[in-house]
């Protein structure tokens, strides 16, 4: 069984830092691409960054280029988003999500097939 669980988020002042963690349990990940995405009240769910496992392609939406980065480690079977310089407007429910991705496929567009419960994270002005 899949599963991916979420921790990290909190309750932050703006310019501040947070570590997201998503740890990864049920099947070899090695083919999947692994991705972050968030959901603030009263929008639609969006796409922050998306990795492979098995490899280091990478891609970020411009929202937040340059603040947050996503990294994973192998051994432990955790994926991270790590966010500096925190805004309100980052405020929202993280979730860390995979699917299956052949060599070619663009990891930006792919639909999503498992994902994890979700971390709150809030970002005071």
């Known amino acids: 069984q899949v599963q991916l669980v979420e921790s990290g988020g909190g309750l932050v002042q703006a310019g501040g830092s947070l570590r997201l963690s998503c740890v990864v349990s049920g099947r070899s990940f090695n083919n999947y691409a692994m991705g972050w995405f968030r959901q603030a009240p009263g929008k639609e769910r969006e796409f922050v960054a998306t990795?492979?496992?098995?490899?280091?392609?990478?891609y970020y939406a411009d929202s937040i280029k340059g603040r947050f980065t996503i990294s994973k480690n192998n051994a432990k079977s955790t994926l991270y988003l790590q966010m500096v310089s925190l805004e309100p407007e980052d405020t929202a429910v993280y979730y860390c999500a995979a699917v299956w991705a052949d060599n070619g496929a663009n990891i930006r567009s792919l639909r999503y097939t498992y994902w994890g419960q979700g971390t709150q994270v809030t970002v005071s002005s």
């Open positions: 990795t492979r496992w098995g490899a280091s392609e990478t």
